[in-house]
């Protein structure tokens, strides 16, 4: 099966979550919220290693785009712009 996680909580939200026990399968809920929350930490964290990454790279010198777009242009890879010839 699995382990056994237990909370508490307060009398009053125990007492909504008894009022709502048929119309919600609280064991379900919070199941689903805690994989999301996962999912989310697991994002969240991989963004930040690759935004880290990033900044560790080093910087390309002034007017590599500018001239890799050029060269792209020139293959037909890139569409050319009206009025930029």
């Known amino acids: 099966m699995g ?5 508490r909580v307060s009398p009053e939200m125990k007492h909504e979550m008894d009022k709502l026990k048929g119309e ?3 064991n379900d809920e919070i ?3 805690i994989k999301k929350r996962i999912k ?3 994002k969240r964290k991989a963004l930040q290693e690759v935004i880290t990454y990033i900044q560790a790279l080093p910087e390309a010198p002034k007017g590599t785009a500018q001239k890799l777009v050029r060269e792209d242009r020139g293959t037909g890879l890139l569409p050319t712009l009206k009025g930029e010839d």
Do not use: P
């Open 3 to 7: 382990n056994i996680i237990s909370f």
């Open 24 to 26: 919600i399968n609280w």
């Open 31 to 33: 199941r689903e919220f």
């Open 40 to 42: 989310e930490y697991k």
